[in-house]
């Protein structure tokens, strides 16, 4: 079947790779992968197949490396820049792959940086014809992939290199000016944004290790596109009916209860969902309640009310299943549900969160049917009554068939109870899966039929890095801390711990000199950083759960990590973004709608004038929606998108560019505000008068108001009298007119 031949070609690439180059803890010693490389690979004629299987072979061997950089294969065609057409039968993007894959290698990296390769791809990417198909764009008509392959080429060979990176500045500035006569927005997103945020990134492995089985724990690769879900934000159940503070306590009791006890680690996994809420009950929706519990467990019951004329929240966890509904339902029937070691229940108030559980000799739980077919639920005896009936009252009763955990002398009130809100939670117990590329914000055990999940933005599946790992591999910033890195990957502060030396990851580690010494001291590593984490550290934090904020997806503000961009910084220095906003400027000048013009004439000006402080433009580049905004208006797609025919439509076309427009000056002034968090540099402030900063916010006080603009006027007031005693005016002197008036003057 030919539809199926490229996933076979590429599978049997994984298992030959596999074959050769083992995971830790197995070892090949049947074939020499160098041997393999030199004689199948470097010396028959090059297939694309082949081609990019050497590229994994270089990518982990340096023997490998250094024989490819002495045959000098397809070196010369990388450094010729992109051609249409194949090369030597191989397709463009095979070779780009094929050089992506090789530059995982350090030397490889070093000598085509010092071929100059990053420059003759970045100008073979733009249309150098006289009569080009499109005028109006920069860039070459190149696909996809090939477009895509070339910039992740581009800004490894040029990350990290001082030198290199004040070039490739200094091309970008120039090419600003090629912005003016033309609108390619593709240019701008996927090759000129690319280059300008780009860092330099080393390869790190983050491995879930089993403090209790002393064994790191493997992902299959079939679960690769499953999320953790047992961070501490989202152990238990997300109910609304608990605040942040209930959660916590709710989370830490559960802990408690449960690490000790075999179901631990089995609930922890779960996957919970709500399977019942009401909002008010009566005899005719027990069934119901009861049908919609049945057989489920591990189960949690919230419910709400008042109690005494104050809000109060019960609540009861059980490991085990509770018992069908019975068919059909008669009256007169119980039944009870049977104790287990980590059963507890919940009483939270506006100042108490206490925890109890029952003693050995009860029940949890005991389902009654009355003569109505309604009935009721009694928590642990009489503790609690869940009533469904008109004959049998909800409330608070016996307190002597439990134990406060909290407090062993506290015991409850007896008081009726009157119901706002009811959930049942329910959780389905599957083995434990722990973090992958997609999502290491959350850990699931089911994988959704179409997953649409938020890829991390440190993980690239183009490298070849991810073939010799079952975990995802990351490119980590350089400049970024310990503490950072597990908080960006994990959303959690854990210790981590290098597989190659055995040693905990210091916070203010020097990443490139950690990633220089593995590359000297452990060549089988692949290139990766492998560093471990206790998993039972994340699930057990006590951490507590934070609110969460409108501003939570700016990553620098989560982690508190400063991106250190080599080429946008160059470029900052060249004037590069007083060009790009001046461009911006001229462009807004051409528009057709004057009334648009001027209002996002106003909004640059704004950001001209905050960019001259350090750190503003930075942030503003990093953030996706003014990045992208800011190269809207360069292009004039406000101005370009023709009006719809249809009045209500051009209405609410112009409604939303006007909520744009708002929009970009919130999080301007937001990012400006972000500026002076991070730094208290008293120069830095002193530089924001200096160019006019409190002018600029006036402005736009007076544009949001209307008022009108105000200026600054020094002149000396008239002079004002007042009277003063005789005595006074003796001791006033010279300041005091003859008819004993003080002179004042104000200016």
């Known amino acids: 079947d030919k539809t199926n031949q490229p996933v076979i070609q590429k599978n049997l690439l994984k298992f030959l790779l596999l074959e050769l180059y083992p995971p830790p803890l197995f070892q090949n010693q049947t074939i020499n992968p160098n041997a393999f490389f030199m ?13 990019i299987l050497s590229s994994y072979f270089v990518s982990t061997d340096q023997q490998c490396a250094a024989a490819l950089l002495q045959s000098g294969l397809l070196k010369k065609e990388l450094c010729q820049g992109i051609k249409e057409d194949p090369v030597n ?66 800004k490894i060979l040029t990350s990290g290199k001082p030198e290199l990176e004040k070039e490739m500045a200094r091309c970008i500035t120039k090419d600003l000016e090629l912005l003016t006569a033309k609108r390619d927005l593709d240019y701008v997103n996927k090759v000129l944004v690319p280059i300008l945020r780009m860092e330099q990134t080393v390869p790190f492995c983050l491995m879930p290790y089993d403090s209790d089985s002393k064994r790191c724990l493997i992902v299959s690769r079939k679960n690769q596109g499953q999320v953790a879900q047992i961070s501490h934000a989202s152990l238990f159940v997300n109910t609304s009916l608990l605040n942040v503070k209930q959660k916590n ?33 009566d005899p005719s929706k027990f069934a119901k309640f009861w049908e919609s519990v049945q057989l489920q467990g591990p189960v949690f019951i919230i419910i709400s009310g008042v109690s005494n004329g104050k809000p109060c929240t019960f609540g009861a966890y059980t490991s085990v299943p509770l018992p069908a509904l019975p068919s059909p339902l ?25 925890h109890f559980k029952p003693t050995q000799s009860d029940s949890f739980a005991s389902f009654i049917v009355d003569s109505d077919l309604g009935g009721s639920v009694d928590f642990a005896g009489e ?18 068939g439990v134990e406060c955990i909290d407090d062993s002398e506290y015991k409850s009130p007896e008081a009726n109870f009157t119901l706002s809100a009811i959930e049942v939670w329910s959780g389905k117990i599957t083995k434990v899966i722990f973090p992958s590329a997609e999502d290491t914000k959350k850990v699931t055990t089911e994988v959704p039929a179409k997953p649409a999940l938020a890829k991390h933005p440190w993980h690239n599946s183009l490298y070849s890095y991810n073939l010799f790992r079952a975990h995802p591999v990351y490119n980590v910033p350089v400049g970024v801390k310990a503490s950072q890195l597990s908080l960006a990957i994990l959303e959690h502060k854990s210790k981590m711990t290098t597989r190659y ?127 992208d905004l800011l190269f809207k208006i360069l292009a ?29 000056v919130r999080v301007s002034y937001q990012n400006l505000a972000e500026v002076f968090k991070i730094s208290n540099d008293i120069k830095m402030r002193e530089q924001a008068f200096d160019n006019g900063l409190i002018d600029r916010i006036l402005e736009r006080v007076g544009a949001l108001t209307g008022e009108k603009g105000r200026k600054w006027e020094a002149k000396e007031e008239e002079v004002k009298v007042c009277l003063l005693y005789t005595s006074d005016a003796a001791e006033e002197g010279l300041g005091v007119d003859l008819g004993g008036r003080r002179i004042i003057k104000k200016n």
Request: with cysteine; charged share 30%; aromatic share 10%.
């Open 39 to 51: 004689k199948y690979l470097l010396s028959e004629k090059m297939s694309t197949n082949k081609l």
């Open 89 to 154: 039968g191989i397709p463009v993007a095979s070779l780009l792959q094929f050089w992506l894959n090789c530059c995982a290698q350090p030397i490889i990296q070093e000598e085509l940086a010092k071929s100059r390769a990053a420059f003759q791809l970045y100008d073979s990417l733009k249309e150098t014809s006289e009569k080009p198909a499109d005028p109006t764009l920069i860039l070459k008509k190149l696909p996809e992939d090939v477009l895509m392959l070339a910039v992740e080429l581009i």
């Open 249 to 281: 306590s709710l989370l830490k009791a559960f802990k408690s209860q449960l690490a000790l006890t075999s179901s631990f680690k089995k609930v922890a996994s779960a996957k919970w969902t709500r399977v019942y809420s009401e909002t008010s009950i």
């Open 330 to 354: 008669e009256a007169d029937y119980t039944t009870n549900v049977a104790n287990a070691e980590d059963n507890f229940f919940l009483i939270y108030d506006e100042n108490n969160c206490k």
């Open 383 to 400: 503790f609690f009554r869940l009533s469904f009936s008109y004959d049998l009252v909800m409330q608070f009763g016996d307190s002597s």
């Open 501 to 627: 030396n055995k040693k905990e990851l210091a916070d203010e580690i020097d990443i490139a000199g950690l990633y220089a010494d593995l590359i000297e001291k452990c060549p089988m590593a692949n290139g990766v950083i492998d560093v471990e984490y206790d998993i039972h550290e994340v699930i057990e934090s006590d951490q507590p759960l934070k609110e969460k904020k409108e501003d939570q997806d700016s990553e620098m503000e989560r982690i508190g990590y400063l991106p250190k961009m080599g080429v946008f910084e160059r470029f900052e220095e060249l004037g590069g973004v007083k060009e790009l906003i001046s461009v911006t400027l001229k462009s807004l000048k051409l528009w057709k709608n004057v009334d648009a013009a001027n209002k996002w004439t106003l909004w640059l000006q704004e950001i001209e004038s905050f960019s001259s402080i350090p750190l503003f433009f930075r942030l503003f580049i990093k953030n996706k929606k003014c990045k």
């Open 636 to 664: 004039g797609i406000p101005d370009q998108k023709p009006a719809p025919e249809n009045k209500k439509q051009k209405d609410e076309e112009t409604k939303k560019w006007e909520e744009e427009h708002l929009s970009a």
